[in-house]
């Protein structure tokens, strides 16, 4: 439950005695509520790890620790930071300084957000086991948007939830627990978040009443994010003005519907002042918006964002639009190439307190996917990236998939935007256009299991998000680091294990599941377990035309889809050339025969069988690394995880056989290497 907040106690030596001579005394001279948060993280990491308590007056040897904000009264911060170190820090950022004159290490922050960060950081570096007595960091956050978007429905389900139900609601009524919401905060504040959208894109009936009848229940949350420094969203009803009945239309160029938005917004901001904004889907998946009355996603966008720019506030809205009722046999409709038809040309018409919420790859949070040309596309418009840390198609935290390297490998992309160097990262910090608004925002995975994320190791994947988007620099290596001393302890074998387990995951879990790039082959619906043709003959666009000769989709300009053309320069040509495409990303730019020899030598069906031969005995291996660890860690987070894996090794047989079947029967070539094929 406490997850990275478990603060394990740490083993005795020169850097116990070193924390524990700095960490005796705490001086905080400010009662503001955040920074009072921060000193009672402070206290609980301190008592928990070093079994002492950090007491408020300086120790007889004249040692403490001190924070606040520049300007907030305490001494000591003065003292340490002068103005120039003050202005090296942003507005959530932080400096932190170990002054052996003052014998004082400082945490100073611009704002309280900032104290609190700070705070954790130095928490971190504690339960890491790194030296504290030469600190001198200024931090800031790379991203200024470090977003959680909850699929959470008031009846207390979660779309797309593995983790139990929601903690936020239950039978149409808000929770009264507010205790665990404010754990929650603590998690998501010290893992960097700062803005979190407490129900689902798809707003039902009465979710659309949260901007009114339920505002007084949102405020309480708001009341609660807002001491950790988190902004509180929603998500809105497009048709929300229909649906009180108090106007006949949700046209965005109709007057009345323009002035029902205003006079929410303003409602909305008497309760809760710091409101994050509205989040939006609309024309998407059978979801009201702008097209209905002929309008464009400019035009629906643009009222919401005039509504809310009197108080700061902003419109996220999502570029998650495609057709969904298409027809497997026309080959021309790609749902792939959906969000750029759909926004490239609206580039620039969109007021700058409105952001686009690009999903990270055209399709839908694939193992492997591509990613978005419309990062890069967009010159003219803010823009923040979509991640999903909710596994949906990922083994839904049934399977342990470390999803991090998959995230930094988006990031790192380069786009190739204005013919030089521009990698998404750049692209959603908002420093290659500079942008107003920008940065990272993704699904969550939690729920009201005790562990947050059903999977236990699925926390790292929550906690690797935020620091992510806090810095897109960190390692996957290093954030896995963090997580695993701040979970588990300081332990180097244990660690070692358990790092090992996550950075494997994602490729494991690629290589018994769909191939080389082709998505989907998942049961419809609930998109858990293997069916190759679960989606071919739907409407949803996702086929892999899977026949006899072979398989792929055609998206190549000449006689495919064209697609590929929606890439920059040499991206658009590689992706584009049967010869140049990168493997992994084969089928999803070509249609080619079984016998197609893959850049590693492999013909495409060998590669498929070896590959899930592979994935299942890693799969298995995954189980057999973990028991190593049984009684070097606590038995109850033990016991989970081990009882997670026996299930993914078994499940990931099941993956094998189906898909192996499948394919041995459909193009009737043996397995080279005379394995088992049902
Ligand atoms: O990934 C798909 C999910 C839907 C989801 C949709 C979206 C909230 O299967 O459940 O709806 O994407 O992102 O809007």
């Not at 620790?65 to 520049?70: R, S, Y």
């Not at 786009?415 to 969550?444: C, M």
Request: charged share 20%; net charge negative.
């Amino acid at each position: 439950y406490d997850a990275w907040l478990s603060y394990p106690k740490l083993p005795q030596g020169n850097l116990y005695t070193q924390y524990v001579k700095w960490c005796g005394a705490v001086s905080v001279t400010e009662e503001q509520e955040t920074v009072q948060a921060a000193l009672r993280e402070w206290q609980r990491g301190i008592a928990s790890m070093l079994d002492i308590e950090a007491g408020a007056s300086p120790a007889a040897d004249g040692f403490s620790v001190a924070f606040g904000t520049f300007n907030g009264g305490n001494p000591r911060v003065e003292a340490i930071f002068d103005e120039a170190a003050g202005r090296a820090v942003g507005p959530e950022g932080f400096a932190i300084r170990t002054s052996l004159t003052h014998k004082c290490i400082a945490v100073g922050a611009a704002s309280p957000a900032g104290v609190l960060y700070g705070v954790f950081h130095l928490l971190r570096l504690i339960g890491s086991l790194k030296d504290i007595e030469h600190l001198d960091e200024t931090v800031n956050p790379v991203n200024a948007l470090r977003m959680i978007n909850h699929w959470d429905n008031f009846d207390g389900s979660v779309e797309r939830g593995y983790s139990g139900r929601s903690f936020l609601y239950g039978n149409n009524r808000f929770t009264d627990d507010l205790n665990r919401i404010t754990d929650y905060a603590r998690l998501m504040s010290t893992a960097g978040i700062n803005a979190i959208a407490i129900n689902n894109v798809n707003v039902h009936a009465l979710e659309t009443l949260f901007i009114s009848t339920y505002l007084p229940d949102v405020a309480r949350i708001a009341d609660v994010f807002r001491t950790y420094g988190i902004r509180l969203f929603l998500s809105v009803n497009f048709a929300g003005p229909m649906h009180e009945g108090e106007v006949g239309t949700a046209d965005p160029l109709d007057a009345g519907v323009r002035e029902w938005w205003k006079t929410k917004a303003a409602e909305i901001y008497t309760v809760i002042p710091d409101f994050g904004g509205f989040v939006v889907k609309a024309d998407s998946e059978n979801r009201p918006g702008p097209f209905t009355y002929g309008r464009d996603h400019a035009d629906g966008a643009n009222m919401l964002a005039e509504a809310l720019e009197p108080f700061g506030g902003i419109v996220i809205w999502r570029c998650f639009v495609y057709n969904c009722k298409q027809d497997w046999r026309d080959r021309k409709t790609d749902r792939a190439r959906a969000a750029y038809d759909h926004f490239k040309p609206l580039d620039g018409k969109f007021h700058d307190n409105v952001i686009l919420q690009i999903k990270n790859g055209p399709m839908d949070f694939q193992v492997r996917e591509p990613v978005s040309p419309l990062f890069g596309a967009l010159e003219q418009t803010n823009q923040v990236i979509e991640f999903q840390i909710a596994q949906e198609y990922t083994g839904q935290q049934r399977h342990v998939c470390y999803l991090v390297p998959q995230w930094k490998e988006i990031m790192e992309f380069d786009t190739l935007a204005q013919g030089g160097t521009a990698p998404v990262k750049h692209i959603v910090d908002g420093s290659l256009w500079g942008n107003r608004y920008s940065g990272v925002a993704a699904v969550s995975n939690v729920g009201n299991d005790r562990n947050w994320t059903g999977h236990l190791l699925a926390q790292a994947n929550l906690y690797g998000f935020g620091r992510l988007a806090w810095n897109p620099e960190l390692s996957a290596e290093e954030i896995a680091a963090e997580w695993i001393a701040l979970t588990f302890g300081t332990d180097a074998a244990v660690a070692g294990v358990i790092s090992r387990i996550l950075l494997d995951s994602w490729e494991i879990y690629e290589s018994y599941t769909a191939p080389l790039g082709v998505g989907w082959m998942i049961n419809p619906e609930h998109h858990y377990g293997p069916n190759v043709d679960g989606y071919e003959y739907s409407q949803w666009g996702t086929y892999h035309y899977a026949d006899h000769q072979g398989i792929g989709v055609d998206r190549t300009v000449a006689t495919g889809t064209g697609y590929s053309a929606q890439y920059m320069g040499s991206n658009a040509q590689r992706y584009d050339s049967l010869e140049e495409c990168p493997d992994e990303l084969l089928l999803f730019f070509h249609h080619v025969p079984y016998t197609h020899v893959l850049h590693s030598g492999k013909t495409v069906i060998q590669h498929i069988y070896d590959t899930h031969f592979e994935g299942a005995e890693r799969a298995a291996g995954l189980l057999a690394a973990w028991s190593g660890l049984k009684g070097r860690i606590a038995e109850g987070l033990y016991v989970q995880v081990e009882e997670r894996l026996r299930g993914q090794a078994a499940h990931a047989k099941e993956w094998r056989d189906q898909i192996n079947t499948y394919f041995y029967r459909k193009s009737g070539i043996e397995d080279s290497g005379a394995r088992k094929i049902y």
